[in-house]
């Protein structure tokens, strides 16, 4: 069978051969990924390992690949949004599995193991602020998964359905796609110290996390109704941006994926801590060590 051949237009490498956004080259890839949003974050992961082998930074993209008790540990900060996980998932993704000669496809599948350690909002009163949550499933609001093809294989229709159906979904809003996260990193590094809950990705921190400042919200009641939902024992249970790209991106390419979050902020108890930077270290441990 013909390799398909993809073009520089499509795969854009830089003249150092490395890849356009992360200006990472394909040696410089561990198989187990960290993924952050803080580029801040990169670093305080990367001050856990024993051997730093490369660094990379470009715009919010910052890269270390090091080890960490004996394991090849590259970490990458994604900057906000669903729109950058597009951006960071594909480029680690070609960065494994396409030849940068070549430029075609790998014979063999190289999986990576993609955690991402994030922050986000509370929704139930089990989750308080200082909270970690495992996401096992993303409520997608982004859109992102919409536009490849094999969508409905990887995704929970009848969740969907019983979503939208419970919060009287406005089509308005775009079509919130649900993605499981893999379950043997579940079990590996979910542990009882973890809720594990079902996350929303939002794109956006105000409006689309029902937050309202001065703009008026389009249905105001939605964050109740999503505090509510119930669907086979399963309850939302927290914000974010990125979890639902992160785990829909995974499955579609054959990576394993988990977004753990500490939270920051319980949207019920309207509490917050913006000194999160001194005490997120806690999570970033469990997750390197698990
Ligand atoms: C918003 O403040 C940002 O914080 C959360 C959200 O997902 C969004 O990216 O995650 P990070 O702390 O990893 O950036
Ligand atoms: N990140 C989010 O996206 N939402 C929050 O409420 C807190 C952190």
Redesign the pocket.
Known sequence: MKKKFFAPSELIINEDGSIFHLHVKPEDLADKVV????PG?VVLVASHFEKVESEASSREFRTVTGIYKGKRITVVS????CDNIDIVVNELDALANIDFKTREEKDKLRSLTLV?????GGLQPNTPVGTYIASQKSIGFDGLLNFYARRNEVCDLDFEREFKRQVKWDNQLGNPYVVSSNTELIENIAKEDMVRGVTI?CGG?FGPQGRELRLPLQDPNLNEKIESFEYKGLRVTN?????SALAGLSLLMGHKALTC?MV?ANRLAKEANSAYKNT?DGLIEKVLDR
């Open positions: 993924l952050v949003g803080d974050r994604t900057g906000i949004g991402r350690i994030g922050t986000c990705a921190f914000f974010e941006m990125e979890s979050c920051i997120i």
